[in-house]
């Protein structure tokens, strides 16, 4: 197993433009996370799956931001008509939920949007 | 309302010296809790977590941290810090559904 991967590394993009990024979770998590992280903080939570299931989003993804786990494998996120503010660093991470254990993210190297 | 705060945003330690780095949580109920490390361009890699029972924690790279529920808090700590050591330090409380990470300490090591 490779990992969490995500698709592209960096993103330059114009405001008002669109953009979709990919995250590839480890085979056998059934659980993906989407994490935002701006310059000098910590990640913050936008939403997370489990399976197919888009189960919690937190408030900071407005209804710009879009993310899918169409069969429960692969996810995207897509953000419409971008801002500079969207501009961060996307981090995808995947877990295991296994009755009473959490093992815990394994996070991918993310995205980095920069919106010029 | 559910925070993490790392008090120290910068910490310089010189090589071969004990690192400790503090993490102070407010949450609603027992915590998970992990401490993550990032590189420069890289993600999160988890050093180590607690759930429940002991207390101390053992992680990868020599790490280890302290659980104490009266002072809310899960420090990290290394006895002999390595050169490779130097980044920036996440810890992050959470439940089974999502995390709060602080915002995070940067960590230099001096030769």
């Known amino acids: 197993d490779t990992g969490v991967s995500q698709d592209p590394r960096h993103k330059i993009t114009k405001r008002g433009q669109n953009v979709t990024f990919r995250c590839d979770p480890i085979s056998e998590h059934n659980r993906l996370y989407w994490y935002r992280q701006t310059l000098g903080q910590g990640p913050e939570f936008l939403t997370y799956f489990q399976n197919e299931a888009q189960l919690e989003k937190s408030r900071l993804l407005s209804d710009r931001f879009s993310a899918e786990r169409p069969k429960g494998s692969f996810s995207t996120l897509e953000i419409q008509r971008t801002e500079q503010g969207d501009s961060a660093m996307y981090l995808c991470?995947?877990?295991?939920?296994?009755?009473?254990?959490?093992?815990?993210?394994?996070f991918g190297s993310g995205t980095r949007l920069t919106v010029v | 309302a559910q925070s993490v705060t790392q008090p120290d945003i910068h910490i310089t330690v010189s090589e071969g010296a004990s690192l400790e780095l503090r993490c102070n949580y407010s949450?609603?109920?027992?915590?998970?809790l992990f401490w993550y490390v990032q590189s420069p361009g890289q993600g999160l890699q988890l050093l180590l977590k607690y759930f429940s029972g002991d207390t101390l924690v053992q992680g990868i790279k020599g790490f280890e941290a302290e659980f104490k529920r009266s002072q809310s808090s899960f420090n990290l700590r290394k006895p002999s810090v390595h050169w490779s050591d130097a980044a920036e330090y996440f810890c992050a409380v959470g439940d089974f559904n999502k995390f709060y990470f602080g915002s995070g300490t940067k960590l230099n090591v001096k030769p």
């Open positions: 949450y609603g109920a027992t915590p998970y």
């Open positions: 991470a995947s877990s295991l939920r296994d009755r009473d254990i959490h093992y815990g993210y394994t």
